[in-house]
């Protein structure tokens, strides 16, 4: 199991630095052009593009293309602006085991988990719980590596709520590894993302990993 950390965050606003990714910016979808790509990866490869069962594929990746890196024409963040008040309220809130599946970046190749969001909110600032699995959604919607996703999950979270801490951790089994180069299927990769008291507070962190049976 490969366990990835990233804790060395500084609470200073700020847009990029360690603990901190800087948001991507990513031009519209371009249905045409990766029809075309599509086709010449058949060429490729060695195959007829042209023969009747393949004379609909390109059209049929552009349109999934679409829906796979949807994520790139939206702010996931937004979905966390729906937002309630339980005025005094910081007990922690965790939501277990969301499903997620994301393309690695430097395979375009799928990797499938699960990601777990636990957060403390601040004088019972909080959002709704499918909320939170759009946000996971919506980043995972995007050509990503694992490590970005976790931070980005994070720090959208920091960013919208003004939590007193979150933690995010996401586990996922890469194609990458499992269908091509090692091929080692079962192979995990954990990773986590650690803001706020969650850093601080030792008992606090290890309160949530265990509510996360981690």
Do not use: W
């Amino acid at each position: 199991m490969d366990v990835r950390d990233d804790e060395d965050y500084d609470e200073a606003s700020q847009t990029e630095g360690p603990g901190r990714v800087s948001e991507l910016s990513y031009g519209a979808i371009d249905k045409t052009r990766i029809e075309a790509a599509v086709r010449e990866l058949l060429l490729g490869i060695g195959e007829d593009p042209d023969r009747p069962g393949l004379l609909g594929t390109p059209d049929r990746v552009a349109r999934a293309c679409e829906e796979i890196f949807g994520g790139t024409q939206e702010d996931p963040g937004r979905y966390l602006r729906k937002q309630f008040h339980e005025p005094g309220n910081e007990e922690m809130v965790v939501v277990r085991d969301i499903p997620f599946s994301s393309m690695c970046e430097h395979h375009l190749l799928p990797f499938i988990g699960k990601a777990s969001v636990c957060y403390v909110p601040r004088d019972g600032r909080i959002t709704g719980l499918s909320k939170i699995a759009r946000c996971v959604t919506g980043y995972a919607h995007r050509p990503q590596l694992q490590e970005r996703l976790t931070s980005q999950v994070a720090d959208a979270m920091v960013r919208e709520l003004d939590p007193l801490g979150v933690l995010v951790v996401i586990q996922a089994e890469h194609t990458c590894m499992t269908i091509r180069g090692v091929r080692a299927p079962g192979a995990q990769t954990v990773t986590s993302a650690v803001r706020g008291i969650f850093k601080r507070d030792i008992k606090t962190r290890g309160e949530a990993l265990r509510l996360l049976g981690l």
